[in-house]
Nanobody, 117 residues
Framework: QVQLVESGGGLVQPGGSLRLSCAAS????????MAWYRQAPGKERELVAT???????VYADSVKGRFTISRDNAQNTVYLQMNSLKPEDTAVYYC???????????WGKGTLVTVSS
């Protein structure tokens, strides 16, 4: 089992920045790729960014150039640096990883990011 705990959400003005963290515990030796998803009110959950163990990254078009995903493998932590935030970035942000051998997903409980003036 893997446990994921997000932190760092809050209220920020448009154009501002936030840094989200996700700490993994449990069977962390099997962790490969990690990801951030988000779900805005009235919308489906969407992929924001992914990062492999070797730090290859992929971003959604809507956040390219503004968000940066990174990880500290020794500390089993993944981060999402969010810059130039827009109101449409308002969502609950979830940390995710997938167990490689059977594809089982693990999710954190989410952290709320609200971008509003």
């Amino acid at each position: 089992q893997v446990q994921l705990v997000e932190s760092g959400g809050g209220l920020v003005q448009p154009g501002g920045s936030l840094r989200l963290s996700c700490a993994a515990s449990g069977s962390t030796f099997n962790i490969n790729a990690m990801a951030w998803y988000r779900q805005a009110p009235g919308k489906e959950r969407e992929l924001v960014a992914t990062i492999t163990r070797s730090r290859v990254t992929v971003y959604a078009d809507s956040v390219k150039g503004r968000f940066t995903i990174s990880r500290d493998n020794a500390q089993n932590t993944v981060y999402l640096q969010m810059n130039s935030l827009k109101p449409e970035d308002t969502a609950v942000y979830y940390c995710n990883t997938r167990r490689p051998y059977d594809g089982m997903d693990y999710w954190g409980k989410g952290t709320l990011v609200t971008v509003s003036s």
